[in-house]
């Protein structure tokens, strides 16, 4: 059997609302360490990684070495509609279920209870090595938000240059171009901090309609951290409340070549 | 324009 309590339910319904536009299906792989989540959208040129560490949840149970779940993220996200901003979750699957049960509390006076039809999906994994990034960025996720979202009006695609001192976000388009230069920023207010570091400079190209459909995931936590390597795909990274412990949603997407 | 790569160009299926 598979139950978990997670006290603060908006978190999941954060996380799917986050992943929903990039992937159908997806499936939930719950072992006794948590729950994993890799998926790719259609066209493979960007790919989900959600994990959530049992520190997350109130309650945590996995009583089998490892349960393949199959969502439809459609059905999933019309469920957590029912799910209120403050309310608990609990998820609960029998050994060979054929659902998941959602249980959606605030305190003992609303109690809401949906069974999802299990499906079985089909999933390609990646194996996706631990990489060094040659520059890591930590900028406040409104931010983030923001520049892509704006970016998004010039053209279809977003250089990101990021060098000693700062981080400089392009675009070129019809009518004209553009840039947002934003500076290493480590002595500032928390929320205003934007941490460039770098070993080697990069400047890659990337499609804005997959970095702004990233930022659906902003409001998990406070900052979003971005690595880049010069051979290898974009990582942008956001931190279940801004905690690594607790677990990471992470997107991959590949870049750009010029021709 | 620049071409949009794909993730399996840099990761391998496990």
Redesign the interface.
Known sequence: MFEAVLSNGSTLKKIFEGIKDLCTDVNFDVSSEGIKLQA?DS?????VSLELHTDVFEQFRCDRDSMTLGLNMKSVTQIFKICGNDDSVTMRAEDEGETLEFTFEKGEDRVSTFELKLMDIDS?????PDTEYQCNVKLPCSEYQRICRDMAGFGD?MTIDCQKGGVTFSVDGEVGKGKIFLKHQPNVEEKHKVIVTVKEGVEL?F?LRYLNNFAKAAPLSDHVQLGLNS???LSVRFDIEDKATLGSLKF?L?????? | TPIQNNLDEFYTLV
């Open positions: 790719m066209s493979h040129v960007s790919l390609e994994h990646l194996g996706i695609n190209d499609a051979d290898t795909p991959f590949a870049p750009k070549i010029k021709e």
